[in-house]
Structures are given as structure tokens and as C-alpha cells.
């Protein structure tokens, strides 16, 4: 882990971790990244040769080795599942959250819930203490079962894996003596869930509540979610925040003679995948709030404190591409080195506010205002929810930072930067992130809505960005950011931090996957074009030190530019991140940089050679 002086904390990279490991400070990135659980069992203990027999099973099953002995098949078991040491979650159903993230069912003693995409979590309560609970797992086509040992609490933890392809109810009983308790799931796997992404029909390209049809064809795009790094040169800085980690065993179950697939392997596409708009969900307070006032493809500058009415125009001015793009700095003399380098001038500039010099440091950035007095283009500025140490995102829900944030609007007023973008505790899905979200979602979104509220009542002109982290959400619960989504009257921006690790696209294949997932850009494109909003990437890079990263990857570099520019008007903003530091991300492209095959397919495309 880096630090640098304004105090930016490295991103956690990967998926979501169990809370049964640890992580401490100081360590590396890659040293924070959960292991992923293998697709073929890693079996421990004496009954290695038990679970061995069971390898052939479509679902698999492992379990946490820190509150149970290795699971038993039983010996009528089933078509196997897999099981994963991790917390369970709970998650309230919300519409339009993707198929990938389902909504946990519980009854008294067990409760279900979807992690990492294709493991059913089971966690149990009110067993009797340290004895044996039998645990099966049924579907149309597919079973298993395992034996697994309550804690002294009468508590237990296990997950069932389903195939990538898997679509239907996962059905879990829990047995233990005279004691039962079953419960069922609603399950899509990534594949089905990729699948049913590709077969959405396009609609309109109309914010939700809009009235009227429309014939326009909306913009495609590919794009692979990575999980975001963040700044360690001296423009930015890391927090020593704890990050836990994770690598869980798992055991294969037998299926039954009858369980066969009933869908092949899905085939990649070789080129982008292309994102149309959803069905718009009913309307919520998490994911539909209110209808807008333009689309994101409407021309002009929206006008005073009209909430959520979109971003406007947002072409790049000086850069000439379709949309806004630019560089993470905080010195002007180095911004203008990387746009003359490209080739291009840039539309923004990506900052961070002082975190760690009270609220001062982030209602009143004078110092960083004045460092690109005479920058043309737009400030792009990440704010967390309240100074590091000195708050809550409770508090502040309560409305008791509102006077503060007001501040920050009358500071951008006050020095000619009014049409800046704030980026409202981003990356908030990620529990590297001191403000980051709960598992309940609630106080980081209704925090969200003050600031919101606040900076605008100053500021008329401001554009609010609601940014979450690629890849995976350990929070809030359900591995989906979408039930922290504050409502579209709050929101101008709907942005990802994307970065090329954990995994690495090194093929179309990799890239499709991510891009589609609930965490992923091409689910946030189209969740901007139905909502009539406009699409932020504000941190994205190549990884050539990551623990898991790509390299040098210019296939990567191509990926993201095909993405933006196939978004079409609901592409909004790009903001290239560079950082040096080892163990960070080392993604400098600058004349060659870490990266220099990259740094060259970077120029060609984004550079003065393109259009």
C-alpha cells in the first residue's frame, strides 16, 4: 500500500472478501486481493479420497475450515454444489439490481444469499451447539448435500456453487435431529446472465418516466469492470485502512445420474458487446427514483437547482472527441505535459481533496482551485462523505454536515469553478474506503442525497457524480452497489473506477464477462441511458505491478476506447490515472512510461491521429 500526501487511499482490487480473514495495514495490494475459489475442489483433511469420487458434480461446495470440519457428503447425496467461507448477507429486493445479484430469502434459523455471482451462502443460527446439521441443496436438475458441525453458538456457514449457466431456484434444507429449517433462492448464473443482457431488446433512449417513443438507436458498448487502484504518486495518497483476505477450500458433491446441462457453454463474442437499455424497473427510491428532465443525449447546460436534470452538453471542447476527456493531476504544469504528449488538450482534471485537514480541506479547496486558475477545461473533484476521523456517514445523514458542504459550493462559486463535477464518496462499495457504505445501504444513500442537496443550494451549476468501484461490492449487501443509488433527482453522473486487474482482459471473453456484470461499465451504460443520465469514468489504467494485473495491455487500452466512444452521447467523461508507485498499479503511459505499448496504442486512439 502507497501513501502520498494528499492521502488517497488505495483501492482494494478483487471481489469481496471474508470477514473470517484479516488484513492488515501497510500491506500491498495484491496481498489484499481474495483469492478467487477455484472451479475444481482443493480438498483438505482425511476425507480427500470421499470427495475426490464426487469431482463430476455441476455443483460444488466448500466451507469455512475456521468454524467447521470438512463437509460430509451424504451418501444419498444429489447433484453436487460448492461451499465458501464468507459472512452471510442479507439484502433488501430491489428492481432493476441485475439477475447476478439475488435477494437473500431467510426464515428463523437459515439465511440465503448470492455471493461472487455463483455461490448460494447458507447461514444457520439456532442449531443446538457443536453438533452435526445435515445442509442439501436442490434444484430442477441439480443437489448436494454436506454434513457440516454448529459452532458453540449454534451457528453454522457454508455456500453451494452453481454452473456459470445455471437459471432457476437453489431450495436449501437445513436438518438437525428434530430441528429443520429450509429456505430457496432465485439464482442466474454469469453466463445466463450474459446471455439475458445480449437478448435484451432495445427501447427508446428515454429517462425512466418519460412519455413519447423514440426510434434513435442508442449507443453500444464493451467494457470490462476492473477493480479500481487508486493514487499513489504525489498527486494523491493512500489510507492505512485494514483490507481483509480470503481463500476458501472447497469440496465436490455428486450429482445425480439425471442432472445433465440443459445449456452449452457460451461462446464468446469476438467484438465490443453491444449495451442497449433495459426495461426501465418500477419505480423505488433505490434504483428509479424519479423521472428527469432531459435525456442523456440532450444538448445545452441545465440551469439552476433543478435537481437531476442531467449534465448537459458534454463534448469535449478542447479535446474534440465525442465526450470529455482528461488526466488525475494536481499540478497544472504536468496536465498540460500529458495533453500536449497525447496530442490532445484535456476537457478535466481529476483532483482529491485533503481528507486529512478537517472539513476545511474539503468545503474550501482554494489551494487546488488556484493551481488551475487558468486550466480551461472543468474540475473534476473526489470528496469523501466527511474528513477522515471526524464524522459519520450516520451523522451525516441526519443532515448535520449540511451547513459544511454548503461551503463547497459558495468556495466553486467564488473562484469561477461553478461547473465543476463532484464525486460524492466514491468508491464507497469497498470497505478500503473509510466512508464506505454499510451493509444497509441507508445512511450512505440518504448522506449522499445532503450533500447532494447542500452543494447545489450554493451552487446551482455543479454536476454530482455518484462513482462506485469495479468488479465486486463487498458492500452493501448482495455484491451489487445499485440499492446505495441516492435517486435520479441527486445524481448527473452515474460513474465506475475500472482498472485492468483482478482479472486481467487479456481476451474478449474476460472483457465481456466483467463488462456485463452488475459491477461492471456495460450494465452502468445502460443504466445511465434509461435514467436519462451520463456515464463517468474517473479512474482507469493499465496494471503492470498489481497483484493480478495485466501488464503492459494494449488490448485493454483498445477495449476502453471502443466503449466510450460506442456509449455515444451517454458517455460523458474519461480521466486517465497514472500512478508509478510499486505495488500500486504502475499504469504511467506518459512518453512510453511503465507501459510503452499501451502508452502507443493510448496516443494512437485518444491522441490528435483520431478522430
Known amino acids: ?52 469420487v464426487f469431482i463430476v458434480g ?30 452471510s448477507a442479507s439484502a433488501t429486493p430491489v428492481p432493476g439490481v441485475p439477475l447476478t445479484t439475488m435477494t437473500p430469502s431467510t426464515t428463523s434459523r437459515i439465511a440465503l444469499v448470492l455471493f461472487d455471482e455463483d455461490i448460494v451462502l447458507v447461514g444457520g443460527r439456532g442449531f443446538a451447539p457443536d453438533g452435526d446439521v445435515s445442509v442439501a441443496a436442490l434444484t430442477t436438475r441439480l443437489g448436494g448435500s454436506a454434513l457440516i458441525r454448529s459452532d458453540a453458538d449454534g451457528r453454522f456457514i457454508l455456500g453451494f456453487r452453481v454452473p456459470p449457466d445455471f437459471k432457476g431456484a437453489v431450495n436449501v434444507k437445513a436438518t438437525q435431529g428434530g430441528t429443520a429449517a429450509d429456505g430457496s433462492l432465485d439464482v442466474v448464473g454469469p453466463e445466463a446472465a450474459a446471455a439475458e443482457f445480449k437478448a435484451a431488446p432495445p427501447l427508446p433512449n428515454l429517462p425512466v418516466g418519460s412519455s413519447g417513443t423514440s426510434s434513435g438507436t ?70 428509479a427514483p424519479a423521472a428527469v428532465a432531459t435525456t442523456a443525449a440532450a444538448g445545452g447546460t441545465s440551469s439552476g437547482a433543478a435537481a437531476g436534470s442531467g449534465a448537459g452538453d458534454t ?69 469523501p462523505t466527511y474528513p477522515q476521523g471526524q464524522g459519520s456517514n450516520g451523522e451525516c445523514a441526519k443532515g448535520a454536515y449540511d451547513e459544511q458542504w454548503k461551503k463547497l459550493g459558495t468556495s466553486l462559486v467564488a473562484h469561477n469553478r461553478a461547473d465543476s463535477i463532484v464525486r460524492i ?21 440518504t448522506c449522499f442525497q445532503k450533500i447532494s442537496s447542500a452543494i447545489r443550494s450554493t451552487d446551482p451549476q455543479v454536476k454530482i457524480d455518484w462513482t462506485f468501484n469495479a468488479h465486486a461490492s463487498p458492500v452493501p449487501s448482495g455484491n451489487s452497489p445499485w440499492s446505495a443509488y441516492p435517486g435520479d433527482e441527486y445524481v448527473d453522473y452515474v460513474g465506475i473506477d475500472s482498472y485492468d486487474h483482478f482479472p486481467p482482459s487479456k481476451d474478449d471473453a474476460t472483457w465481456n464477462k466483467q463488462c456485463e456484470d452488475v459491477n461492471g461499465l456495460c450494465y452502468v451504460i445502460r443504466f445511465a441511458q434509461q435514467h436519462g443520465k451520463k456515464v463517468g469514468v474517473g479512474e482507469w489504467g493499465v496494471a503492470s505491478c498489481s497483484g493480478d494485473g495485466g501488464g503492459d495491455n494494449p488490448f485493454y487500452i483498445k477495449k476502453m476506447y471502443d466503449t466510450f466512444r460506442s456509449a455515444g452521447t451517454t458517455m460523458g467523461y474519461d480521466a486517465y490515472f497514472a ?33
Not at 455441476?58 to 465458501?84: E, K, M, N, R
Not at 487508486?230 to 483476505?245: E, I, K
Not at 465436490?252 to 439425471?258: A, N, Q
Not at 464518496?425 to 444513500?445: I, P, R
Request: net charge positive.
Open 1 to 52: 500500500m502507497a501513501s502520498t500526501p494528499r492521502r488517497r487511499p488505495t483501492p482494494l482490487v478483487g471481489r469481496p472478501v471474508s470477514p473470517l480473514s484479516r488484513g492488515g495495514p501497510g500491506r500491498s495490494r495484491a496481498a489484499h486481493r481474495r483469492s478467487r475459489p477455484s472451479r475444481r475442489p482443493i480438498l483438505a483433511g482425511t476425507r480427500l479420497g470421499l470427495a475426490t
Open 58 to 87: 455441476l455443483l460444488q461446495a466448500t466451507i469455512s475450515p475456521a468454524t467447521a470440519a470438512p463437509p460430509v457428503p451424504t451418501a444419498a447425496s444429489t447433484p453436487g454444489i460448492d461451499t465458501a467461507a464468507s459472512a
Open 218 to 287: 442508442t449507443g453500444s458498448a464493451t467494457a470490462a469492470p476492473t477493480a479500481t487502484a487508486t493514487p499513489a504518486t504525489s498527486d494523491a495518497s493512500t489510507a492505512d485502512v485494514p483490507r481483509p483476505t480470503a481463500a476458501t477450500p472447497s469440496v465436490t458433491l455428486k450429482p445425480t445420474p439425471s442432472a445433465r446441462p440443459t445449456t452449452g457453454p457460451t461462446t464468446p463474442t469476438t467484438g465490443p458487446p453491444t449495451v442497449s437499455p433495459a426495461t426501465p424497473a418500477a419505480t423505488t427510491a433505490a434504483t
Open 315 to 383: 463534448r469535449g471542447a478542447q479535446s474534440g472527441l465525442p465526450w470529455m476527456s482528461g488526466y488525475q493531476s494536481h499540478q497544472l504544469a504536468s496536465l498540460t505535459q500529458f495533453g500536449n504528449w497525447r496530442g490532445r488538450a484535456n476537457d478535466l482534471v481529476h483532483v482529491y481533496t485533503t481528507r486529512t485537514a478537517g472539513w476545511s480541506g474539503l468545503v474550501d479547496p482554494t489551494s487546488l482551485m488556484d493551481q488551475f486558475k487558468s486550466f480551461p477545461g472543468k474540475l473534476l473533484i473526489s470528496e
Open 425 to 445: 464518496g466514491w468508491e464507497f462499495n469497498g470497505t478500503f474506503m473509510y466512508w464506505h457504505s454499510d451493509s444497509d445501504a441507508a445512511a450512505f444513500k
Open 579 to 611: 500512478d508509478a508507485a510499486p505495488g500500486n498499479v504502475c499504469s504511467t503511459i506518459m512518453n512510453g512510461g511503465q507501459n510503452p505499448k499501451s502508452a502507443a496504442e493510448y496516443k494512437t486512439l485518444f491522441g490528435g491521429g483520431s478522430g
